[in-house]
């Protein structure tokens, strides 16, 4: 069974920076996908960002240029590294996982993966 443990996260002002993790274990072929999706109060859950097992990254539009994400393969450990945070990233933080092989590439869809994390909360004061 796959579990993912978040850690980071917390309050910073507007122009701040946190960084996140997340640690996968009882994988079944490896990540495929690892992605972090963020929920916002009264809003839908969004995609943030992806790495691919190929090494590709994918970023939303309202992130790009400020987050940047990464993977240590040998621990299956995801991060992203939030900079120039603004009051609208303000939302639960949650990784999420695919292990089975795909050839698909609709990272940012949330039926994609097998396994999501406990989310973890990021807020930004103005």
């Known amino acids: 069974q796959v579990q993912l443990v978040e850690s980071g996260g917390g309050s910073v002002q507007a122009g701040g920076s946190l960084a996140l993790s997340c640690a996968a274990s009882?994988?079944?072929?490896?990540?495929?996908?690892m992605a972090w999706f963020r929920q916002a109060p009264g809003k839908e859950r969004e995609g943030v960002a992806v790495?691919?097992?190929?090494?590709?990254?994918r970023y939303a539009e309202s992130v790009k240029g400020r987050f940047t994400v990464s993977k240590d393969n040998a621990n299956n450990t995801l991060y992203l590294q939030m900079n120039s945070l603004k009051p609208e990233d303000t939302a639960v933080y949650s990784c999420?996982?695919?292990?089975?092989?795909?050839?698909?590439?609709?990272?940012?869809?949330?039926?994609?993966?097998?396994?999501w994390g406990q989310g973890t909360q990021v807020t930004v004061s103005s």
């Open positions: 790495f691919v097992r190929d090494g590709r990254t």
């Open positions: 999420a996982v695919r292990d089975a092989p795909t050839s698909g590439t609709d990272w940012f869809r949330e039926g994609g993966y097998n396994a």
């Open positions: 009882g994988l079944r072929y490896g990540t495929v996908w």
